[in-house]
């Protein structure tokens, strides 16, 4: 099942790409979705609103930095890299499995908690929930 196209992936990049590296690119965001645990099995053909454009800003992510350098120095030789999802190469921030989670219905690592307490009236709070999931 394909997330999204060769022709939606170059037009969200905006620029134009061989067709080698756009179907590595596709093969490897759909093989790091489709095969995360608890969401990969439940994303239905075609795939549920949202998760599209998900897909494809991973996909634009790896394009334009397929390294995950955060920054780099020219005569120093000092390379950082990003060090949130996975590593280098395609890899989904915490916030793109939480919300891929979400969209095909199961736990959020960040969501929403309202009250209506009579004592107290009617509240809510959003934040990250501690250790990724609600108590």
């Known amino acids: 099942m394909a997330l999204f196209t060769l022709e939606?992936?170059?037009a969200y990049s905006q620029s134009p790409l061989n067709r080698a590296t756009a179907e590595l690119v596709q093969g490897l965001v759909e093989d790091v979705i489709l095969g995360l645990p608890?969401?990969?099995?439940?994303?239905?053909?075609?795939?549920?609103r949202g998760i599209k454009a998900i897909a494809l800003g991973v996909a634009h992510r790896a394009l334009l930095n397929p390294g995950n350098v955060a920054s780099e120095s020219a005569n120093g030789t000092s390379v950082s890299y990003v060090t949130e999802g996975s590593g280098r190469g395609v890899a989904l921030t915490d916030r793109e499995i939480s919300q891929l989670s979400a969209l095909v219905g199961g736990r959020r690592r960040f969501g929403s908690l309202a009250y209506n307490d009579p004592n107290l009236g009617a509240y809510s709070w959003t934040r990250p929930f501690p250790h990724g999931y609600p108590p």
Not at 38 to 48: H, Y
Request: aromatic fraction near 0%; charged fraction near 20%; avoid cysteine.
């Open 8 to 10: 939606e992936l170059a």
């Open 38 to 48: 608890g969401v990969g099995p439940r994303i239905t053909d075609p795939p549920q």
